[in-house]
């Protein structure tokens, strides 16, 4: 069974910066074999793609709203990705989750996607 489990959200001002990461794990599961992406969803809305990275890592797709702000990145030794996230605003205030895909192409919608974390909240004050 595959488990995805995040960590590293929290309450940052706005302008500052996190780092949220997700560990996979589970009977031969490899990060290094899945597209990986990063999602979010506040309070009333549905869930948004935010990133995503090939199963190489050479292919990262952004969405609009973080370009230049946000980078995935991915460790398949430890198993990892993570997404570093800077000048932060408080429309990024959500719930970020970790998510998997065994689709060739990176994906962004939730349908594309088969497992996921639990989530994490990250809160950016004004």
């Known amino acids: 069974q595959v488990q995805l489990v995040e960590s590293g959200g929290g309450l940052v001002q706005a302008g500052g910066s996190l780092r949220v990461s997700c560990v996979a794990s589970?009977?031969?599961?490899?990060?290094?074999?899945?597209?990986m992406g990063w999602f979010r969803q506040a309070p009333g809305k549905e869930r948004e793609f935010v990133a995503g990275?090939?199963?190489?890592?050479?292919?990262?797709y952004y969405a609009d709203s973080v370009k230049g702000r946000f980078t995935i990145a991915k460790d398949n030794a430890k198993n990892t990705v993570s997404l570093q996230m800077n000048s932060l605003k408080p429309e990024d205030t959500a719930i970020y989750y970790c998510?998997?895909?065994?689709?060739?192409?990176?994906?962004?919608?939730?349908?594309?996607?088969?497992?996921w974390g639990q989530g994490t909240q990250v809160t950016v004050s004004a």
């Open positions: 998510a998997s895909s065994t689709t060739v192409d990176i994906g962004a919608l939730p349908s594309a996607y088969r497992n």
């Open positions: 990275i090939s199963r190489s890592g050479s292919v990262i």
């Open positions: 589970g009977r031969a599961f490899s990060i290094s074999t899945y597209v």
